[in-house]
Each structure stands twice: as C-alpha cells, then as structure tokens.
C-alpha cells in the first residue's frame, strides 16, 4: 500500500505540475519554449511548396459542431474533413465537392470503391482461366491471384477435396480456405463481382492505438522495399485498408503511403478502401468494407499482402539503401531539400511534450537539465499538425528528446548526424517494443539513437489504479503478455534526472564532434 500511495501521490502531482506550466507558457512573453502549431489559414501555401500538399481549410465551429482542417494529399477526388460534436466521441465526415467547390455530405462516387458485375468488364478473363485462389508467398510477402471478399471475411477458393486448414495472413486476419469441387461451377452459381487489377491489402496491427503512427514505419518499410522487386502494379490500382476509419488517415499517413506506393508529385494517391466505422476499436475489425454488399462475392484480381512480425515478416525496410531513399524523398514530397551531412550538428534540442499518458511528471526540472545543453525547444503534435510543419523542425534540430510515443515516428526523418534520446516507460519490452523506433532509426545509418528505461515502481505513475493492482508489481521480465503492455501504456514517468544527465555527459560530446553513429555506439538499455 506503501507504493500504492506514492503513485497516487505522483499522480495529484501530475496534475498540479501541468496545470503550473500551462500557465507558465500562457503568461510567459519569453519566447524560450516555443510552441509549434499548424497554421489553420484558408488555402494555407508554404514557400516552395505546390498547395496540393499543404492546402488547408479553416477550422470552423456552427453551433456545437467542429469542421476540421483538410490538407494534404488525398485520393484523386476525394477529399473529407472530419466533423465533431461536442460531448460526443463520434466523428463525421464531409467531402470536398470539386466542381461546386465546398463542403457536402454526400460522399462522392471517387470515395466508393469500383467494382464490376460478372462477367467482369469488356475484354476481362481469369487469370490462368480459373477462379480459383492462387498464392505465391516469399518470406517478406504473398501475392495472390483471385482472392475473395464476402461478408467482412476473405477466403481462397480452392477447387478438389483436398483439405487446406485457414492461415493468417496478419496478426489479425486470416484467410480462410473455401472448399469447392469445382472452381468455375462455384463462381457461376453465385452473385458475384470483380476488383480489377493490383490491390494492396494492409492490415493496421495495433488498431486499438489507432493513431500510433510509429507502427506504420513497421508495415510501410517493408512494403516499400518488396514493390521495388517484384512484378506489381506501382501505384497499385487500390489500397485496402483494414481496421481504421478515415479520421485514423492522417496527413502525415497519407505523405508516407504515398512516397510507399511510389505515387509522383503531379499525382494524387489511389483509391483507399476502408470498413464501415463504429465508435469502438473492437467492433471495428469486423465491419463489412463500405459500399460492399454483404450477400455478393468480390473477387480481387490480385493482391499483395506484407508479413507482419506475427507471420515472419520484419518491421523496417529490408536494406539501408531503401530507408535512406525513404527518407529523402519524404522531404522531396515537400519541395523540402533532402537530408545531406552537416558541417556542424546544431545545438538544438527539440524535445517533444505529451499531454495524455506518458507524460514526464517531472518536467520542468528535465527541462532545466536540457537547457544546459542547447537551445531548446518543445513541439506539441496532434492530428492537426502538418508533416510540413514538423519536417522543418527535424531539419533545424540536433538532438531529439521525446518519451516513447508515437510522435517518435519523426525520428528516422530526422538530418544526418542528429541524435534521439528516448525515454522508455517502465515494463515495455514486449515483442521488441522498446526497441521499434531504434530498430527505424538504424536504418538511416547516421542517427545516433540512445534510451533511458525506467526500471523502478516509484519512477511510474499508473493513471488507472486497477493497472498497478493488477500489474504494477510484476517484474519486467514477467510482463510478456498484451494485458500487462497495454496497461503500461497508460502510465507517466518520473525521470530520474542525474541518470539522464549522466547519459546526455556521455554521449552529447561524440554528437557535437560528428562522430559516426558506428564511433558513439552504446548497449541498449536492458530492463
């Protein structure tokens, strides 16, 4: 109870300290701590940079209702801005209606997937000339030939009597064998419709955190990689996108599926399919596709599927070459300059504030200690902020301080030379967590990239009591289970400070030098 106490201690303190700073920045004239927000001006356009990619509505508030921002790259002809109510956690949608250029409700025909009625369009056939499922699978991916969509589940007809048990395709879904005598007699008996051409079909794995965006780097780096290999259509024809709603598809989402598809800077990303939405992350994996009929087949002509960790795949590009071209042409997505050494590594620390879980409870003093050491500057971002807004601060910063988050995904954006110093919340070390922005960063090949863990009960504030009764005493070593992780995903940490200095004294030195990041490596923390 002793430790019970201290935690809910640490958690008044919280509070109070938030509370004390907002005020301080509110009423501060000092510019010391700048606060980096999107603009929020009508058809907002950035220097050097084409109003397709930063374009910008205002925000605006009709009686209790809140239109959102829309910028960014979109599907060619369908643009939306999320519509929020206050009180409500459900969201809205309206589309940009292009020829009487504003905002309806009506979603338009660009947002409904195409599809045709058998026997598919003029001049179609089946590949190979049946219906059947075919599948040609490489460690990292399987492309499949006719795979079918009905009612919220995908399957593989396979023709003969031969039994072929259902695998997984991602951790979440699987494709389930459907067994038939005969393929063609199967087709024709029923109501069928065709998906023609390339489909990517990308399973979102943690979809209860769906705006992590550090776990897209996990699934859009390989893909990368594989479409510069292998025979598929780049851009592919259409995206399906399983187990998130199109307020999940952010800006920053969109930039990077887009540098992923290959898709030039005069074009517009390819259709995204996605499910019908609920309000709740669990029931949201079982929805139907939107716009697809429950009681018709759908047969997509071909589709490349990326393993994810849960069936052998990796999490990062599959070479350094890829990563680093990744990377450049991000910015080049931005009429930005790409990445290139600098003669000097900067002094300046952008270190990135949270304002939900995670939070350093002790932040004024871990900011006292950052000072010491550059000029500093805190970012706040949200789904809001434009990936133009937070490249040019990767671009002016040497060394990126952060906790473990999903803003962290900036990290492999950041120049070459520039250092990350990552603070990891106690008990995160399931399945490689801790080490999933590290593992982005080292692909680069030039971003030094060092962690302070806290290991100890009383460096750990559990925002839900039933968490540390539950969890709280277990050590590391035992906390393998997604119950146990997801509840330290719900925790603020206290920094232990002269540890953090000690590490910062240690390596700062080597980063301001240009050492390489072979010359300035050190152990990963263990837990």
């Known amino acids: 109870m002793g430790y019970h106490r201290t935690a809910l201690a640490w958690s008044q303190l919280t509070a109070l300290l938030l509370a004390e700073l907002a005020t301080l920045i509110a009423t501060s004239p000092s510019p010391a701590f700048p606060i980096r927000k999107p603009p929020l001006t009508s058809h907002y356009q950035d220097p050097g940079s084409s109003s397709r990619r930063v374009f910008s509505s205002e925000q605006e508030r009709v009686g209790n209702r809140t239109f959102h921002p ?105 494709v389930v064998p459907f067994h038939v005598v005969n393929a063609t007699d199967f087709i024709e008996s029923v109501n069928w419709r065709l998906v023609p051409g390339d489909t990517i079909l990308f399973d979102f794995v943690f979809f209860i955190h769906p705006t992590a965006i550090g776990h897209w780097w996990e699934m859009l780096g390989p893909l990368y990689s594989i479409l510069k290999t292998i025979d598929f259509k780049r851009p592919c024809d259409q995206f399906v996108l399983l187990h998130l709603g199109r307020q999940h598809v952010l800006e920053w989402v969109r930039a990077m599926i887009a540098v992923t598809l290959g898709v030039g800077l005069e074009e517009e990303l390819p259709p995204i399919l996605l499910q019908d939405e609920t309000d709740n992350a669990w029931n949201q994996i079982t929805q139907q596709l939107s716009g697809f009929a429950r009681d018709t087949w759908y047969v997509f002509e071909r589709v490349l599927i990326v393993k994810d960790l849960a069936t052998g795949g990796g999490r990062t590009f599959l070479t ?25 590594i900067p002094r300046v620390i952008t270190f990135q ?32 902020s434009s990936l ?73 504030v559990y925002l839900n009591e039933r968490d540390f009764h539950k969890v709280g005493h277990w050590p590391a070593g035992q906390c393998g289970t997604e119950e146990c992780v997801e509840a330290h995903t719900n925790v603020d940490v206290i920094v232990n400070i002269q540890e953090f200095k000690a590490l910062l004294d240690d390596r700062l030195p080597y980063v301001w030098a240009g050492a390489t990041v072979q010359q300035a490596a050190i152990a990963w923390p263990d837990w």
């Open 70 to 174: 829309s910028f960014g790259l979109f599907p060619k002809g369908c643009r939306w801005r999320t519509v929020t109510t206050d009180n409500s956690t459900h969201v809205d949608y309206q589309f940009w209606d292009f020829a009487a250029e504003t905002w309806s409700d009506e979603r338009p025909a660009a947002c409904v997937p195409t599809t045709y009625p058998a026997p598919g369009p003029a001049g179609w056939h089946w590949n190979n000339n049946t219906p059947r499922t075919e599948v040609s699978c490489q460690t990292s991916h399987c492309v499949y030939t006719n795979m079918y969509y009905n009612s919220g589940r995908w399957y593989a007809l396979v023709d003969g009597e031969l039994f072929i048990p259902s695998w997984r395709f991602s951790r979440n879904q699987e």
């Open 320 to 344: 350094f070459a890829d990563a680093r071209e990744f990377r450049e042409l991000i910015y080049r997505q931005y009429a930005l300059p790409p990445p290139v050494p600098r003669p000097n």
């Open 353 to 384: 504030r949270k304002r939900a879980n995670r939070r350093i409870v002790n932040e004024d003093e871990f900011m006292d200690l950052l000072k010491q050491y550059g000029e500093l500057k805190v970012v706040e971002y949200n789904s809001s």
């Open 388 to 460: 133009y807004e937070q490249l040019l601060q990767m671009r002016e910063t040497g060394v990126f301080v952060s906790v473990h988050t999903s803003n962290l995904a900036n990290a492999p954006l950041l120049q070459p030379g520039s250092a990350v110093f990552e603070v990891i919340q106690r008990n995160w070390m399931w399945n490689g967590l801790d080490c999933s922005f590290r593992d982005q960063t080292h692909m680069m090949l030039d971003i030094h990239h060092y962690a302070w863990r806290a290991k100890l009960l009383n460096q750990t």
